[in-house]
C-alpha cells in the first residue's frame, strides 16, 4: 500500500512513526488491576527477600531469607501491622515476601506459607524465562493449573498473570474451570477487578454454556443499554460465535437515536483490534467490514481506529484510513497528522529498504502553538521527531518560509502532506500571506531563493516540526537545526 503521492518532492514518508509496540493483552481492557503482575515484580527486582519481625523490634521486618538477587543489607520500610505480627507469631515458618526495585524502592508482595510458596519458588526460579516473548506459552499452562486450586488467593493471583499475556497467546491455552464458576465471579462485586479476564476464558470453553451466557449479555447490552466490560465482552462475542458474534455486536453500533460515548467507542475499536491481531485470522475480512460501518455510523470513531490500531502496528486499516484521508473526514490538524502518519507507517511495513525522507522515528509531542480563541481550530500544530537522517535544499531552490511571532523560521518541506491538494505548489509560492486565513498574529509569510546550500540535521536527531491550516509540513531552522537560519 502507498501513500498519496500528493506532497512536494521534499515531504515526510516516514512522519510521527511510534516505537514498536507490545502485543495486545487482556489487561487493555481495564485498569483496576495494578499495572505489574506477581511475576512481573519478581523478575524485574533487584533483590527478593523472606522478612519477619526483628528481633530487637517487633514493628520493624528484617530479612530472614535472600531468595533471588543479592542482600542489600537493607530492610524494608514497612510497619509490622498487629494482625501480620500476630499472624508470624503463632506460625514460625511464614514470612512476608518483600520485593526491592532498581531504584531502589521495596514492595510488600504477599504472605509466604505453605500455600503460597511452592508457587513463589516456581516464579523465582522461572522469572527470566517466563519474562521473555518465548516463556510465555509455559507462563499461561503453568499459572492455568492454579485456577483449580483450592486456595482462593491462588486463584487470584492465577487470574492476575493470565490477564497480562498477549491475548493470541491467553486464546491457546486449556483451562480448567467451570462456566459457572466463571459467570458467578463475573457477576461477583468483590471480583469485579477479574471480569474482563474472566469473561476472555469463558470465551475460551468451546461448550454450548459459555457461548449462549455470552450471546445473552450482548444482546441484553444491545437491547437494554450497555452496561460494564463492553470491551471484553464484545472480544467473547466473536472469539465464541465469529461471524454470528460480529453481527451481534454490530447491533450495540450507534444510531441517530442512541449515540455511544468515546469511551464506548474506544471499547470496541480496542475488542475489534484485539480479534484482528491476535484472533481467528478468517475472521479479519468481517472485522474490516464492521469497522467500515461503524465508522458510516459514527465518524468519530475514525480517530480511535488510527490510534488503536496504530499503537499495536496493526495497517489492516490502511485503505479505509487513506480514504478517510482523501474526504477530509479527520476534522483537525492532529487527527490528519496522525491519520498519514499511519498511512505511511503501513507503506514502510510493506518495504524492506530505506529511502531519503522514509526511516524517520518520531514520537508526538503534541501542543498548539496559539490557543483555539486565538486561532480556530488550531491552525498551526507542533510537534517534535526523532530522526536519524538529515536533508538539504540547494543553492538557488526558492523556498516557502514562515516566521513566527517569536523570531524563529520555518520551512516547508511537505506540501499538503497526505492530501488530494486544495491548490497547487506554484500557486502556493505565488499567492504567499494571501494562502492564509489562519495564520497567528505576529506570522509572517516568505518566499526566498537561497543563497547557498541549506543543510538540515538537527542536534541529537531531534527535529521540529510543525503543519500549518493546509496541512503544509515544516521543520524548524536556526542554531542546532540548520546550518544557518534563512
Known sequence: ??????????????????????????????????????????ARSQEVIAARPATDNPFRFEPVAILRGEASGQSPPYIVDSVTRAR???NPDEAVLFARAADGT??????????????????????????????????????????????????????????????????????????????DGIASIDQMSFAPIRILLLAFDDRGIARE????????????????????????????????????????????????????????????????AEGDPDLRSAIDGAIRR??????GAASLIVRVFDANADYSQADLIRELVAAR??????????????????????ENHDQPGHGIDLRLESRAVVGAGDCPGGAIFQGRSARNSGIGWNKGTEVFLLDDADGNTWIMKG??????????????????????????????????????????????DVATIMADEHFNVYEKTGPGRTDYKP
Open 415 to 460: 506540501f499538503q502532506l497526505g492530501l488530494a491538494p486544495q491548490h497547487t505548489y506554484e500557486e502556493c509560492m505565488s499567492k504567499g500571506e494571501a494562502m492564509f486565513t489562519q495564520l497567528p498574529p505576529g506570522w509572517k509569510v516568505r518566499v526566498k531563493t537561497l543563497e547557498m546550500d541549506l543543510i538540515e540535521r538537527p542536534e541529537n
Open 213 to 276: 451466557a455470552i450471546s445473552r449479555r450482548v444482546a441484553m447490552m444491545a437491547e437494554l443499554g450497555i452496561g460494564t466490560n463492553l470491551g471484553p465482552w464484545i472480544t467473547a462475542a466473536i472469539e465464541s460465535s465469529g461471524e454470528e458474534g460480529i453481527a451481534d455486536v454490530e447491533r450495540l453500533f450507534p444510531t441517530a437515536r442512541d449515540q455511544l460515548s468515546k469511551a464506548q467507542l474506544n471499547e470496541i475499536v480496542l475488542a475489534f483490534a484485539v480479534i484482528s
Open 329 to 350: 473526514a479527520f476534522k483537525d490538524l492532529p487527527g490528519r497528522m496522525a491519520a498519514v502518519a499511519y498511512i505511511s507507517r503501513a507503506r514502510k511495513s510493506t
Open 294 to 299: 461503524l465508522v458510516y455510523l459514527d465518524p
Open 106 to 183: 521495596w514492595k510488600r508482595l504477599l504472605l509466604l506459607d505453605a500455600a503460597t510458596r511452592p508457587l513463589i519458588d516456581l516464579m523465582i526460579a522461572r522469572a527470566e524465562v517466563w519474562a521473555a516473548p518465548a516463556g510465555a506459552e509455559e507462563s499461561r499452562d503453568t499459572l492455568a493449573g492454579f485456577l483449580a486450586h483450592p486456595d482462593a488467593r491462588l486463584r487470584r493471583i492465577a487470574l492476575r498473570e493470565l490477564d497480562a499475556l498477549p491475548y493470541g497467546v491467553l486464546r491457546g491455552g486449556t483451562y480448567p474451570v467451570e462456566p459457572a464458576e466463571l459467570l
Open 88 to 90: 508470624l507469631a503463632s
Open 1 to 42: 500500500m502507498s501513500l498519496l503521492n500528493t506532497f512536494h518532492a521534499l515531504a515526510l514518508a516516514g512522519l510521527l512513526l511510534l516505537a514498536a509496540p507490545d502485543r495486545l493483552a487482556a489487561c487493555a481492557f481495564h485498569t483496576a488491576l495494578p499495572k505489574a503482575s506477581l511475576a512481573d515484580d519478581i
